[in-house]
């Protein structure tokens, strides 16, 4: 969903889970589906850890624990390996999640997340680690994720780090562009460029 990103303070959903792939993020039979309706992904997320057999929530597992929620997932290291499939992006954003931190992203995940409105933000294993203790101790704990000055701060320790961002997604995202809006934004120029060309 295209919304603009500024400031986001939040609670967090812990995930703390190393190499969490696209197939966990949102399972292979999904892909199958017509529809590119956010909520339908969303509904899906970690589809297999969240509901048994019978499609009854697993109590244990996160997303099931009323004392979580918010706009970042907190997940472990080396989140959306595997397979390239945008949907597992369309599944974070249809949850919810505006930003997901880690300290480490498979390239064409985090790729995926930016285009379609979600911040991944990635940390020093340190700060993760604190991050984690912290929503442990308080699952109401708020970070602050700041997107034009690119630092992301734990509120209850105070404790901060800088995140890097390419400078158009960063734009873009401020925006509530897309790459098409962007391109319909530069309309003019291109226009004038092409006149002075031919």
């Not at 294993?125 to 984690?132: G, K, R, S, T, V």
């Not at 912290?134 to 000055?149: E, G, L, S, Y």
Request: glycine share 6%; hydrophobic share 35%; with cysteine.
């Amino acid at each position: 969903m295209k919304q603009k990103f500024n400031i986001i303070e939040s609670t967090c959903v812990p995930l703390p889970l190393e190499n969490v792939d696209t197939d966990q993020i949102i399972p292979a039979r999904f892909l199958k589906a017509t529809t590119r309706d956010e909520s339908f992904f969303g509904e899906n997320l970690f589809r297999d850890w969240r509901y048994d057999s019978k499609g009854n929530p697993i109590p244990t597992f996160v997303l099931n624990d009323p004392a979580y929620g918010g706009d970042i997932l907190v997940a472990g290291r080396n989140f959306g390996s595997g397979s390239s499939r945008e949907h597992a992006a369309w599944a974070i954003a249809g949850y919810g999640f505006k930003v997901v931190i880690s300290s480490f992203f498979a390239d064409i995940h985090k790729n995926n997340e930016l285009n379609n409105f979600v911040l991944p933000v990635t940390v020093s294993e340190d700060f993760l680690a604190e991050l984690f203790s912290t929503i442990a101790a308080d699952p109401k704990a708020r970070v602050r994720v700041d997107v034009p000055n690119q630092t992301v701060t734990n509120l209850s320790t105070g404790r901060s780090e800088r995140f890097e961002i390419n400078g158009y997604k960063k734009y873009c995202l401020m925006n509530a562009l897309d790459d098409i809006d962007y391109l319909l934004q530069q309309k003019d120029k291109i226009e004038d460029y092409e006149k002075k060309t031919i």
